[in-house]
């Protein structure tokens, strides 16, 4: 048990659960119990948090992305003057693309001691469940919402593992601009982790877009996307491929000789090879 006076003149940043009410530490508790306010992204998401493990009594105060340097003035007084102040955010850990950076980096300046209390996040959950090799990748965040930006940036990391998350609108269009650049791809996407309706899946690339347009997949939820990085000899591009296909069609061969000859240089499978050529020969 931490003691009231075992709390420092500081502000925590507190993970709290993505899902399961129960994913959270004792320590969070703890402190979000004896803290004196709590600054949160959405009070009546954070009031349920709090009803479930009956901390009552506390002063909410909102911190999100449309806080201004006001309040960032506001809370640096409050602290200064001795109040112990906790961040959460509506789920999992704060600051993983959630307001937050701009508060931690204005109190730095004063020489606030900032305390975090590790726990729950979508982002490290969907990569230990994955299957993928994740012991150096990249997270992008959200991906932009312009189209060019958007390819812009997958082009830039495509030869990388990289995570992101993405909007149950939006997860198809963005998996097949991924699959137009690298169709012999590994992929993961992560939903509604640790709820009841948890899916974690991967494959490649063609057969999780399938899925998901054949509704195998969920398109609910937020969804947390694993790209695994291509292989030495799996760097070949789709514009390739098919640059490969119309070269040996050119040359008379049969279309299972063309596919065979290019899956065994360039370790694709057949499959997709075959769905290569006939979307564009």
């Known amino acids: 048990m931490i003691l009231k006076s075992d709390i420092k003149n500081a502000l925590y940043i507190i993970a709290t659960p993505i899902g399961n009410m129960q994913d959270i530490t004792f320590r969070a ?29 506390k002063k909410l105060s909102c911190y999100n992305d449309h806080s201004t340097q006001i309040d960032r003035e506001k809370i640096l ?40 209390i590790p726990g729950a996040s979508s982002l490290t959950s969907a990569i230990c469940a994955s299957g993928i090799a994740c012991d150096n990748f990249t ?11 958007r390819i812009e940036l997958i082009n830039k990391n495509i030869n990388n593992t990289f ?6 609108k939006s997860i198809i269009k963005t998996l097949k601009e991924i699959e137009q650049i690298s169709p012999i791809r590994k992929c993961c ?37 694993i790209l695994e990085k291509s292989s030495a000899e799996n760097k070949i591009t789709q514009s390739e491929i098919i640059a490969e296909l119309k070269k040996l069609k050119r040359k ?27 979307d564009n020969l």
């Open 29 to 57: 508790i703890e402190i979000l119990k004896k803290c004196d306010i709590i600054l949160c992204e959405t009070p009546r998401n954070s009031i349920n948090l709090l009803n479930f493990y009956d901390i009552t009594s």
């Open 77 to 116: 007084k409050q602290i200064s003057q001795g109040k112990v102040i906790a961040l959460i955010s509506d789920a999992g850990t704060p600051l993983i693309s959630d307001p937050g950076y701009k508060l931690i980096d204005y109190l730095r300046q004063f020489n606030i001691k900032i305390i975090p």
């Open 139 to 149: 997270f992008l965040g959200f991906l932009p919402k312009n189209k060019n930006k």
């Open 163 to 168: 995570i992101f998350f993405e909007s149950p």
């Open 189 to 225: 996407i992560a939903r509604e982790i640790t709820k009841i309706y948890e899916e974690i899946y991967t494959d490649q690339i063609n057969e999780i877009i399938t899925k998901i347009e054949n509704n195998k997949i969920k398109a609910k939820g937020e969804f947390v996307v």
């Open 252 to 278: 008379k061969m049969s279309l299972r000789d063309i596919v065979e000859l290019i899956s065994q240089k360039n370790n694709i499978t057949k499959k997709e090879i075959y769905k290569i050529a006939i």
